[in-house]
């Protein structure tokens, strides 16, 4: 891999799409939010009528599916960019994303996107810096009180996020964990300008070493 990368992950609300959104604009780099993939694929199962559960079929589904997230998050040709963040698709995205024939469809597209950019991509998801780009130039681990991860969640509410928060660590498939050569920042009161100099000072250091 010829390109930078910085993989940030983290559990939901913790702050990983604005913060990754504003470290790839301070740096010129491109931004890959692959919950946003997750989630696209899941509305097309619901569209489709596929039963998520149904491994085989979602493992097919994903391995076809044309997925992007810039500009807008589209699945197959279709617009789903207000859909991702509905109710329906909170309750099935994880039983979507525990499914390793989707993982492997879904790491291979994330790989070959940020492959093809000429410029570093700022990755966010759950397993970016263990499992996706485990030689990533900076490895980031936010995290953030779930009072606080809730609050910014608002209308999905505290069970639904605990509830995920226990799919995505559990799950057999490439769990959400902290890599352990990971910085991990707690967001938690923090602004989201401070949050984002600490990453781009973290990387500064790096690169010039
Ligand atoms: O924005 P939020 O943190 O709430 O969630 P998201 O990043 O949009 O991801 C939605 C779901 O996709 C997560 O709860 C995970 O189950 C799954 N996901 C994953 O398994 N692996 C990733 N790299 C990204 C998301």
Not at 12 to 27: E, F, H, I, N, Y
Not at 50 to 68: F, N, Y
Not at 71 to 84: A, F, M, Q
């Amino acid at each position: 891999m010829s390109q930078d990368i910085i993989a940030i992950d983290g559990p939901a609300g913790s702050g990983k799409s604005t913060v990754a959104r504003a470290v790839a604009q301070a740096l010129g780099w491109t931004f890959l939010d692959t919950g946003a993939m997750y989630r696209a694929l899941t509305c097309e199962a619901l569209h489709e009528g596929v039963d998520v559960h149904d491994q085989g079929a979602m493992g097919e589904l994903a391995a076809s599916a044309r997925i992007t997230t810039l500009p807008r998050v589209s699945v197959n040709g279709r617009d789903v960019e207000d859909e991702i963040r509905t109710e329906p698709v909170n309750v099935a995205v994880s039983v979507v994303a525990a499914n390793p024939l989707v993982r492997s469809s879904m790491v291979a597209r994330q790989r070959e996107l940020a492959g093809a950019q000429d410029v570093g991509t700022v990755v966010e998801g759950r397993d970016i810096s263990t499992v996706v780009f485990p030689n990533a130039t900076l490895k980031v681990y936010l995290t953030a009180t779930l009072e606080e991860r809730s609050r910014r969640r608002g209308e999905e509410g505290v069970e639904s996020v605990e509830r995920r928060d226990l799919a995505d660590t559990t799950r057999e498939a490439s769990p959400l964990r902290q890599a352990s050569d990971a910085l991990l920042v707690d967001t938690t009161g923090r602004r989201v300008e401070d949050v984002v100099e600490e990453i781009v000072e973290c990387l500064k250091n790096i690169t010039s070493n």
